[in-house]
């Protein structure tokens, strides 16, 4: 009888066992189905190109296709929020910026979601440096030049933005006050229709990511009058700082970054990080990122989020200072 009792247990312990594996066991392997990437600025622009080239790899290592889509508009919130609320399955993932995730809480008063708590970092990309561009029609071809220009018509020189309170909206206004100068504001709908419009001579100047300019330089459609990083980009490297043409204090940057909504499964974005490293860590992948102006830069998503919680505070210091507010 004691061995019956004993046999019945020991069928009953393993049975016990066995289904308490079956979920774990039955969970597919990610990812099974085509992957969204949510892009919140219009195509043309240094978030969409560096989207772009990882969404491509990522098609390649997962053997399911990464599809980019963008969804531009209120300086990258309509996009962001649609990666906010989707379902936090890892299928659904945003490439954002410094201006969605470190600047545009401190320039909307009310947000349709919670800037703190929406999302999971997973990786960075790379971090983008800004190029002072001028069009053709300026004469300037140094930041003072075109400050001269500027001050002998005050109010009357434009800079092109990708949208208003942006970071490249933000490195024209640290300029400003850099150098003393008044400029008036263009800003676009993205750093695609920005950049048409400066090469069309519409605009005077644009501060934009090296990674969406240093082609146009190379091809002479635009002059670059100076880098706002703190060293000069492996792109343009004849191109000197703004602190080497005797503009100090103007550093300024922007970067790129991998998201996901907050509540996605832990083993995904650790999952997604470690194949965004591999990705930024090839030599194909660095040279075309370095190539067009960027810096290849992974990180864990514990890097990601220091690095964001350092620019809201440098940038909510300018928007307060400059009193920049959405129009």
Not at 96 to 113: D, E
Not at 114 to 138: C, K, Q
Not at 175 to 181: H, K, M, R, V
Request: positive net charge.
């Amino acid at each position: 009888m004691k061995s019956t009792l004993r046999r019945c247990f020991s069928v009953f312990i393993v049975t016990c066992a066995a289904l308490s594996v079956q979920p774990s066991l039955a969970q597919p392997a990610y990812p099974n189905k085509p992957v969204t990437v949510i892009v919140p600025f219009a195509p043309g622009g240094g978030t969409d190109i560096g989207a772009r080239l990882i969404a491509q790899k990522l098609t390649a290592k997962w053997g399911q296709s990464v599809i980019v889509e963008n969804r531009a508009g209120a300086g990258g919130l309509v996009g962001a929020d649609l990666v906010a609320k989707a379902k936090p399955d890892g299928y659904t993932l945003l490439v954002g910026n410094v201006g969605t995730q470190a600047i545009n809480q401190s320039l909307y008063v009310k947000m349709p979601y919670n800037a703190d708590t929406a999302f999971a970092p997973i990786s960075m990309i790379a971090e983008l440096p800004f190029v002072m561009l001028a069009g053709p029609s300026v004469s300037a071809k140094t930041p003072r030049e075109f400050v001269a220009l500027a001050n002998a018509e005050a109010g009357k020189r434009t800079y092109a933005s990708s949208g208003q309170g942006g970071s490249p909206h933000l490195t024209a206004e640290i300029f400003q006050t850099a150098t003393g100068t008044k400029l008036t504001h263009v800003p676009y709908k993205g750093g695609g229709p920005a950049m048409t419009d400066l090469m069309a001579g519409h605009v005077d100047i644009l501060f934009a990511s090296a990674l969406e300019g240093s082609g146009f330089v190379k091809a002479g459609k635009l002059k670059a009058l100076a880098v706002s990083s703190a060293v000069r980009s492996p792109a343009l490297p004849d191109v000197p700082t703004l602190a080497e043409a005797s503009v100090p204090g103007s550093e300024s940057g922007s970067w790129i970054a991998m998201f996901a909504p907050t509540g996605t499964p832990q083993a995904i974005i650790d999952k997604v990080a470690a194949d965004i490293k591999e990705i930024v860590a090839t030599a194909d992948v660095r040279e075309k990122l370095i190539g067009q102006g960027a810096t290849p830069q992974s990180s864990t998503p514990a890097e990601l989020k220091a690095i964001i919680d350092r620019d809201r505070v440098r940038y909510g210091k300018v928007i307060a200072e400059r009193g920049i507010k959405v129009e």
